[in-house]
């Protein structure tokens, strides 16, 4: 913790003496997570990363959900009493999709009480790993007995924060909505639940891994940062008496304030800003900008690929209140195609077969169809199977807007072995009979060893 003292003295002109004041100290704490979790969408509720060294928010490759949660003890770093100046949230990403873009990040503040159980994914923390006794997932608040009243969580409707990310790196998360956060969990620490981190959920690829509390790299674990003041009218001392003329206003001039919206969610995590009047200045949605000036302004949305710009807003500010607007963007049709993939024969897909995209982690099963996938070439690959040769890597192209389909077929190996080495004993010592057995048996053996050999050139040829 350390101390910035704001201070400033005052002179009264033609006074026999002097007046000086110094205003409050504004202190700094840095708080790491009391605890921090992923929601992983699961219809059964039955997956978790609570120990794990990653946090996951966003929509994966795969279609499916990921939303983060984290809290801090702001009660137990903060005095009581003091007033929270500002707050900002520090979120690092260490992982980010293929082909991926930049996307909004929003959070919100949760409702409920939450647990962070011994679950831990060792692999990259994507899939998530079994729920433990005490996880939060996307049925439980703490499995498997105390469930959330909606599903994937309960939080605010309105966001306290939004950035956009793209790359790897730390990303601050701040604004007066936060800071209110903040100042109401030291006010009421029963109502500290922390905060859920969402992505942009209506597209796939928004997903990026955030480094959580467990990893073993200091620097990059979440943090709060939290600027705040005691109470208290400062200290001064004064002599004599004073004598001046002066002309001013007591009060300033009356002032507004605006908040816009900007919709959908898809539009956000595309970029989606806007600006107000004349000014450069670019604020992401759900930002309350104060000190305006009473009586008309020109609200604009930034234009953003893919996105038709909505026309640009007049709104009135009316003196001490928020006025609120609300812009909507329209997509244009999409500039990503779709790949469907089936695996054969039936009994390959129900011994465990899969297929997956290009250098990508993610399995998919037989039938399922993969969206918002980038046009141009891509690699199907299928998974190794036991007791199957695997078929070679599939080259296709995507087209925007329609759905390549292909087939993955496995051979079944193995078939006639034991036969051939069961009738292989008599293959020498009959004529008639050991013919007919030698020959029946080369033939089982002929036909295994070719699938063999022929599976492995195919997995050694280029795909």
């Excluded at 608040?141 to 605010?156: C, Q, Y």
């Excluded at 011994?351 to 099963?365: E, H, Q, V």
Aim: with cysteine.
């Amino acid at each position: 913790m350390h101390t910035e003292v704001w201070a400033w003295a005052c002179v009264l002109c033609g006074s026999v003496g002097a007046i000086s004041w110094a205003g409050p100290a504004v202190d700094v704490v840095t708080l790491t997570p009391l605890q921090d979790a992923t929601l992983y969408e699961d219809a059964e509720g039955n997956l978790a990363n609570g120990s794990g060294d990653g946090l996951f928010a966003g929509k994966t490759v795969g279609g499916v959900v990921r939303r983060a949660l984290v809290q801090f003890d702001v009660a137990g770093a903060v005095p009581a009493g003091a007033t929270i100046v500002n707050a900002t949230l520090t979120l690092t990403i260490d992982n980010v999709p293929r082909n991926h873009f930049a996307t909004e990040f929003r959070v919100f503040r949760v409702f409920k009480p939450w647990g962070e159980g011994a679950s831990n994914d060792t692999g990259p923390g994507g899939a998530g790993a079994p729920a433990e006794n005490g996880d939060a997932t996307w049925l439980h608040t703490f499995f498997d007995t105390v469930f959330w009243s909606t599903t994937g969580g309960d939080f605010s409707g309105s966001a306290s924060a939004a950035k956009t990310v793209d790359v790897e790196g730390p990303y601050d998360y701040s604004g007066v909505d936060l800071t209110a956060d903040v100042q109401l969990w030291l006010d009421g620490p029963d109502g500290n639940f922390g905060w859920a981190v969402l992505g942009d959920e209506t597209k796939d690829r928004t997903a990026r891994r955030f480094v959580s509390r467990e990893s073993t790299v200091a620097d990059s674990r979440p943090s709060l940062r939290i600027e705040y003041q005691m109470g208290g009218e400062g200290e001064g001392e004064g002599e004599g008496e004073g004598e001046g003329e002066g002309e001013g206003e007591g009060e300033g001039e009356p002032t507004g304030a605006l908040r816009v919206t900007l919709e959908p969610l898809g539009a956000r995590g595309a970029g989606a800003r806007w600006q107000l009047d004349d000014q450069p200045e670019t604020y992401t949605s759900d930002t309350t900008v104060s000190g305006l000036s009473i009586g008309e302004h020109a609200v604009t949305a930034t234009e953003v690929n893919g996105w038709i710009t909505p026309a640009a807003a007049t709104v009135n500010i009316i003196a001490d209140t928020t006025t609120h607007v609300t812009l909507t963007y329209t997509e244009i049709p999409s500039q990503f195609g779709s790949i469907q993939v089936f695996i054969e024969p039936l009994e390959a897909h129900l011994a465990g077969a899969r297929w997956t995209l290009d250098d990508t982690p993610w399995l998919y099963s037989t039938s399922f169809t993969l969206t918002n996938v980038l046009p141009g070439p891509h690699l199907i690959h299928g998974t190794a199977v036991e007791g199957w040769a695997t078929p070679a890597s599939q080259s296709v192209t995507v087209v925007a807007e329609q759905t390549v389909v292909t087939t993955l077929t496995y051979t079944a190996v193995g078939e006639g072995e034991g036969e051939g080495e069961g009738e292989g004993e008599g293959e020498g010592e009959g004529e008639g009979e050991g013919e007919g057995e030698g020959e029946g048996e080369g033939e089982g053996r002929s036909s295994f060893w070719l699938s063999t050999i022929s599976a492995a050139l195919l997995r050694r040829l280029p795909g």
